[in-house]
């Protein structure tokens, strides 16, 4: 379990993903300088202690717990090979579906306040997350289908 390259793909991108909890996803500015910024616990306005919650992102925070829920489970799933290749994938659409409610929320929000957004650094982990899961996949491919050569020798 440990040994395979797919549980050290798996294990970055549970942490990566958990890691985004840490700091915020997009800073923006209105035009009269009133300062907003989005995480996983919301989108809050202010800085600080003085910060007001103006918008709940549950769905994307319920989302990223998940994925790394996932990532984590399958990791475990070493004896069964098929089904950790359908939870990949799973996890795939799940992160996937997690960038276009994200880009959502920031351009509803944007929209909404006239505010002009700026990103951060956090906002590529998921895209990581993607691409080792998608390296996991490919990893556990390999692993099945050696296992079948095997069965076709005896």
């Known amino acids: 379990m440990i040994q395979r390259i797919q549980t050290v793909y798996l294990f970055l991108a549970s942490a990566i993903i958990f890691s ?4 915020p996803l997009v800073e923006m500015v209105d035009p009269s300088g009133q300062y907003y910024f ?3 616990a919301g989108i809050y306005e202010g800085v600080g ?9 549950l769905p994307l925070r319920f989302l990223l717990v998940v994925t790394a829920s996932l990532s984590l489970l399958t990791i475990f799933l070493y004896k069964r090979r098929i089904l950790q290749i359908r ?3 799973f996890n795939l659409m799940l992160l996937i ?4 409610l994200f880009l959502f929320y920031y351009y509803h929000t944007k929209n909404r306040l006239d505010a002009a957004g700026y990103f951060k650094i956090t906002v590529i982990f998921p895209v ?21 050569s095997y069965d076709r020798i005896r």
């Not at 985004?20 to 700091?23: N, P, Q």
């Not at 202690?49 to 992102?57: L, N, Q, R, W």
């Open 20 to 23: 985004m909890f840490l700091s």
């Open 38 to 40: 989005f995480d996983l």
């Open 49 to 57: 202690e003085t910060a007001m919650k103006i918008e709940s992102v």
């Open 87 to 89: 939870i990949c994938i």
């Open 97 to 100: 579906g997690f960038y276009a």
């Open 128 to 148: 990581i997350a993607v691409i080792l899961v998608f390296l996991a996949t490919r990893g556990i491919r390999r692993d099945e289908m050696l296992v079948r």
